[in-house]
């Protein structure tokens, strides 16, 4: 018994329950319960005694608030029938079409048992001074087609890292973070995931955020982010803000944030999938904006420095990257262009330096790591911008 994956099944009178039930009472799965609706299915999930909860694809009522309080229960959500990709947008963790119902006990089994959040190592102790001062949030954030956001917020806490300050880089990109993947990072547990679920029960103390985190070097710390796009369900609006004000009390925060800025619950959906980067962006000190050179990259640039002024009233440091002379244009005219669109703080140039940033990806480094080279040159003047002469005053992260 205590193998077997427990099931409560919602299938709202649909002609397929009579057969899901004989299929997962058996072998490996147990049907606690029959609910009625999405209501008796909430309230049996908060027992604690559920793995998985089928559910009709067409349920009334499911949607990513209900799909979200499930998650909270550790109790997963598979569904039979409906619109498979609008279902998978919402949280749930696998789908089954009603033709392929013979399927259901080996999708529920692979759910059941498949880890939602593991909890953070338990032996690993603060490495912070708790009385120090708050630390500046950074929130790094571009346009749509990868203007080097990871790269630069990378480059940015390494840099400030190597100056001696306590530096902790949090990957908030809602559509799938890739910080742990440029640094090497080899975590089965997502930091963020598991500082989720910590605010979600309450327990988020120093302690406990302390063994989310990573070392990636002396004063260089990384929460690492989803471990695939539609695990953004599990980040709760409200989540963020309490991960950065841990955060802020370790050292200074660079924040990773996706490119997004829509929010997705004016469109019908209750939860915004990229709630992550609208809460760094309002929470954020400083906004250093990030795009790319050539046409179509200053062209998004534009559009998000628009968009920018009605998200953040934090200084906005513009940051154009491979930047090269055969496109034709100056420096002056891309700053004009800029100014045009707001007021930044200042704008800065990063070079076109592919094989700088080819070695640092193969060798899971930082560009700061790998010695001097014109990108970590151009990266340590955004620093001087950004956060030199600002930085938290700390006595460096020991073990």
Request: hydrophobic content about 45%; some cysteine; glycine content about 10%.
């Amino acid at each position: 018994m205590p193998d077997r994956v427990t099931v409560l099944l919602a299938a709202g009178g649909e002609a397929w329950e009579a057969p899901a039930l004989r299929l997962l009472n058996g072998g490996a799965s147990l049907v606690l319960k029959r609910c009625v609706d999405l209501t008796d299915l909430l309230a049996s999930a908060g027992t604690g005694e559920a793995d998985v909860a089928v559910v009709s694809g067409e349920l009334s009522g499911l949607d990513a608030d209900a799909v979200v309080q499930l998650l909270r229960d550790d109790v997963r959500c598979v569904a039979v029938g409906g619109d498979q990709d609008a279902l998978t947008r919402i949280g749930v963790v696998a789908a089954v079409a009603e033709p392929d119902l013979a399927l259901l006990p080996d999708v529920v089994g692979s759910a059941g048992t498949r880890e939602l959040v593991v909890d953070p190592e338990p032996e690993r102790e603060p490495s912070f001074d708790r009385a120090g001062t708050r630390g500046r949030v950074v929130a790094v954030h571009g346009p749509a087609g990868a203007p080097g956001r990871t790269t630069l917020a990378i480059g940015l806490a390494a840099e400030h890292a190597h100056r001696g300050h306590g530096t902790v880089l949090v990957d908030a990109d809602p559509h799938g973070g890739a910080v742990a993947q440029h640094l090497g990072v080899l975590d089965e547990v997502s930091g963020l995931l598991a500082a989720a679920r910590l605010v979600n029960a309450g327990s988020l103390d120093a302690a406990a955020f302390a063994r989310c985190r990573r070392q990636v070097s002396e004063r260089f710390e990384v929460l690492t982010g989803l471990p695939r796009p539609d695990r953004w369900v599990e980040a709760r609006p409200g989540v963020l803000d309490a991960v950065l004000e841990r955060a802020a009390e370790v050292g200074d925060v660079i924040v990773d944030t996706g490119f997004s800025l829509e929010d997705d619950a004016d469109l019908g959906r209750p939860v915004s999938r990229n709630q992550l980067t609208l809460d760094a962006l309002a929470t954020a000190d400083h906004v250093v904006a990030v795009g790319t050179a050539e046409p179509t990259g200053l062209a998004r640039l534009a559009r998000t420095l628009v968009e920018l002024r009605e998200h953040t009233d934090a200084p906005v440091t513009v940051v154009v990257n491979r930047m090269r002379d055969s496109l034709g244009w100056g420096r002056r005219d891309i700053v004009g262009m800029v100014e045009g669109y707001i007021r930044p703080a200042g704008v800065h140039f990063l070079p076109e330096d592919r094989a700088t940033v080819d070695k640092a990806l193969v060798a899971g480094r930082s560009v700061v790591e790998l010695g001097d080279s014109a990108l970590r040159r151009a990266i340590a003047e955004v620093h001087a911008r950004v956060l030199a002469g600002h930085a938290a005053q700390k006595p460096p992260i020991s073990r």
